[in-house]
C-alpha cells in the first residue's frame, strides 16, 4: 500500500494516522496535489490523499477510512453497531461540512493572500454554527465519541490543526474553547505517540511554509 499526500495536508494526516494505528505495512510518498492528466487519472479531483491499494486507487478521506477500516478491521476504529457507526460518521460529517469547510475558506492567509471582507465574515459565522452542531454531538468519555477511539477522533483533530490554525490567525479565535472539554480531548489526542510524529512533520512543514511566504 502506497499512500501520497503531504505532511500540511490535514486531509493527508487523517489517513497517516489511521494507517499507523492500524499497523498497515504503508509506504508514504511525499506528494503535491496536482492536476496534471498523468496524477488526474489517479485522483479524479487532483487531490490528497491519494490511497494506493493492491486493487487500484482511492481518494476521499472518509471512503478511505471505511475501506481501511473494512479490509484491515484487526484494529477497530469503529464501534461495533451500526447505529454507533453512524453517530460516529455523523459527527465527522458534520465537521467536514460545517466547521472544516467554512474555516477553509481563509486557508490563503496562509500564502500572505488577501482574505475578502465578506468571506471573513461569512467564514466566522458559519463557523461558528458548525462549533454549535458539534457541541450537541460530542461526548469525550474520554473520547470524542465515547470510550473508544475512533475515526472521528482522527478526523476531528487534524481537522482542527488546520481550522484552527486558520482561524487564530486571522480572527485571533481559538475554536478549541468554543466547547467544553474540546481542549482536554485535543491536547489527550496530541499526546498520542502516533500523534506526535505526525504533528512533528506537520509543524515543520507549517514552518517552512512561513519562512517561504515571509
Ligand atoms: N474531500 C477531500 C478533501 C481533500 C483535500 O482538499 N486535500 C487538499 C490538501 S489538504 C488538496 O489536495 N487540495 C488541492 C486541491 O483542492 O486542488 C477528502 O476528503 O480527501
Redesign the pocket.
Known amino acids: 500500500m502506497k499512500l501520497y499526500g503531504f505532511a500540511m495536508?490535514?486531509?493527508?494526516n487523517m489517513v497517516k494516522h489511521a494507517v499507523l494505528e492500524k499497523g498497515i505495512a504503508c509506504e508514504f510518498i511525499n506528494t503535491r496535489?496536482s492536476q496534471d492528466p498523468e496524477f488526474l487519472a489517479k485522483s479524479p479531483?487532483?487531490?490528497?490523499?491519494l490511497l494506493e491499494t493492491e486493487h487500484g486507487f482511492l481518494?476521499?478521506?472518509?471512503v478511505i477510512l471505511d475501506y481501511l477500516e473494512e479490509c484491515y478491521p484487526a484494529v477497530k476504529l469503529l464501534p461495533e453497531s451500526c447505529f454507533a457507526r453512524a453517530k460516529v460518521r455523523q459527527l465527522m460529517k458534520t465537521q467536514e461540512l460545517y466547521v472544516e469547510a467554512p474555516s477553509h475558506e481563509l486557508v490563503g492567509v496562509l500564502f500572505k493572500r488577501e482574505i475578502p471582507a465578506h468571506v471573513e465574515v461569512a467564514s466566522q459565522l458559519n463557523a461558528r454554527k458548525g462549533l454549535a452542531a458539534l457541541g450537541r454531538l460530542v461526548n469525550f468519555k474520554p473520547w470524542i465519541c465515547g470510550e473508544q477511539l475512533t475515526t472521528a477522533d482522527i478526523f476531528v483533530f487534524y481537522s482542527f490543526t488546520l481550522s484552527n490554525r486558520l482561524t487564530q490567525q486571522v480572527y485571533n479565535w481559538d475554536m478549541l474553547k468554543e466547547i467544553p472539554g474540546l481542549n482536554n480531548w485535543y491536547q489527550r489526542f496530541a499526546e498520542l505517540e502516533i500523534t506526535q510524529g505526525i504533528l512533528a512533520e506537520n509543524t515543520a512543514a507549517a514552518a517552512e511554509l512561513a519562512a517561504r511566504v515571509g
Open positions: 495536508s490535514n486531509y493527508y496535489s479531483m487532483g487531490k490528497v490523499p481518494t476521499e478521506t472518509n
